[in-house]
């Protein structure tokens, strides 16, 4: 297993990172491959710049964020042809968070991986998902 030399910091809870997981990199942002996927693609973007929230980030690298997560996913649909996608972040422990440097996540979703994906991300609260009437 070749160990990448990007340029993330010794300090990234994520470092050190596999060259084979690696999907984009920029000067300010790394993507790559969930070591614990939930589907098959899972990716996440990080800053290289470690900070536990992404707000805490300045404003040109949370918008470098951005830009990249548009990419990844470009590169996960030509890659693995989900049918859909769930995108988000935990932000602070309240929320989820359990790794110290903020990333989102490109979670890839295929027809048929849930018997009922509705609600999606309402899905943390479980009783209070379901909003919708049949």
Do not use: C
Not at 11 to 28: G, K, V, Y
Not at 53 to 71: C, D, G, I, M, N
């Amino acid at each position: 297993m070749e160990i990448a030399r990007h340029q993330i910091s010794s300090q990234s809870p994520f470092a050190p990172l596999e060259s084979e997981r690696i999907i984009h990199e920029d000067d300010d942002v790394i993507a790559f491959y969930d070591r614990y996927p939930v589907s098959p693609g899972h990716a996440l973007v990080i800053a290289k710049q470690v900070t536990a929230s992404l707000f805490e980030l300045p404003p040109e690298t949370q918008a470098a964020l951005w830009r990249a997560v548009a990419k990844v996913r470009d590169l996960l649909q030509e890659r693995h042809q989900p049918d859909a996608f769930n995108i988000g972040l935990n932000d602070g422990p309240a929320a989820g968070q359990t790794i110290q440097h903020a990333h989102i996540h490109i979670i890839p979703r295929y027809k048929g991986d849930q018997d009922d994906p509705r609600g999606g991300v309402r899905l943390i609260f479980p009783d209070k998902a379901r909003y919708w009437e049949e």
